[in-house]
């Protein structure tokens, strides 16, 4: 590309970028949907105009983050959006489909958090998992007294601080696995909103049809083996297990998704009506153990064999 498109393109690509970021870490809430596409501007540019742009707008956007000199907000940018911006346009240009390159993109991401969280630990002698915990109970200590402001007392209010308190226990003993698949979600959304705008400034960048997701066959072994490793009373192992259980069942749930996905496509329901089917299933966990569930016995079933025609 010309210089001078290519000069444009990566400052388009930053300050985009960091108007979502800002967004994200000044929004309370409501900022976690610009936080999800922080990407997506180094990862569609990076695509039209090379590896070197995605690279210049992460830097830009590094420079303005050392300019404000907010350390924390920084080292969120680079472990949660900057190796993605970086990871995600390398697989997709080498071909690797959509889910693929997520997967590689999050493997490349993990290792990078375990070696900053490593060196972390070493060089400042903290205990990072320790750090966690106080977190979390002082988020849950935050949340049931800004509930006890809002006039909640008695009974209800003891409820609510039970449950938040073993929600903050099961949050401490899967965060692993809720680190994994909050990556996986921000990799599957930023290819999902690349490959439209792509598709839309005619930038070549193949996907592939999330309606044929499937994953791998023996990876049902695999979630049998930790299924049946939970009942080890052994912390470690039983910790690796339900986390790794956790995973899976994540990604069978995604297998789940892209077979409603296929019916949806098959008996054209209108969009509207998809939209509110999936948020009544994302907000009903019980629904999703359903949805993944579905995805499971897809290995069987093959629910998604084309129909056979009927002899008259």
């Not at 707008?57 to 303005?64: D, F, G, K, S, Y």
């Not at 350390?71 to 690797?96: C, D, H, S, W």
């Not at 297990?241 to 892209?258: P, S």
């Not at 897809?298 to 008259?312: I, T």
Request: glycine share 8%; with cysteine.
């Amino acid at each position: 590309m010309p210089l001078k498109a290519q000069a444009l393109d990566v400052v388009k690509g930053s300050v985009a970028t960091a108007a979502l970021f800002l967004a994200f870490i000044s929004l309370p809430v409501i900022g976690l949907i610009p936080g999800f596409c922080v990407p997506t501007p180094g990862v569609y540019y990076s695509l039209k105009s090379g590896r070197m742009t995605g690279i210049a707008i992460v830097l830009m956007t590094v420079a303005l983050l050392v300019a404000l000199r907010d350390p924390a907000a920084l080292i969120i940018y680079l472990l949660q959006a900057g190796v993605m911006t970086l990871t995600l346009p390398e697989f997709l240009k080498r071909n690797k489909g959509g889910a693929r390159s997520i997967v590689y993109a999050v493997a490349v991401n993990l290792a990078v958090v375990l070696v900053v969280a490593a060196a972390f630990g070493m060089i400042t002698g903290t205990d990072l998992h320790a750090k966690i915990i106080k977190g979390v109970n002082a988020s849950i200590n935050q949340t049931g007294q800004v509930y006890e402001k809002m006039g909640v007392k008695g009974d209800e209010l003891k409820g609510l601080q039970d449950s938040m308190r073993q929600a903050a226990s099961l949050i401490v003993t899967i965060y692993p696995a809720l680190i994994t698949v909050a990556l996986g979600c921000i990799g599957a959304w930023n290819v999902s909103l690349v490959s439209r705008i792509a598709a839309r400034f005619r930038v070549p960048v193949y996907i592939g049809d999330f309606r044929k997701y499937r994953n791998p066959e023996p990876m049902i072994w695999l979630l049998i083996v930790s299924g049946f490793t939970l009942l080890i009373p052994q912390t470690m192992v039983y910790l690796t297990a339900l986390n790794t259980t956790v995973i899976l069942c994540a990604l069978y749930c995604v297998q789940g998704f892209a077979i409603i996905s296929h019916y949806f496509s098959r008996y054209r329901v209108p969009r509207a009506a998809r939209a509110v089917f999936i948020a009544i299933i994302m907000l009903q966990p019980f629904l999703t153990l359903v949805v993944a569930a579905l995805g499971i016995f897809d290995l069987w079933g093959n629910f998604r064999a084309p129909r056979q025609p009927k002899n008259l």
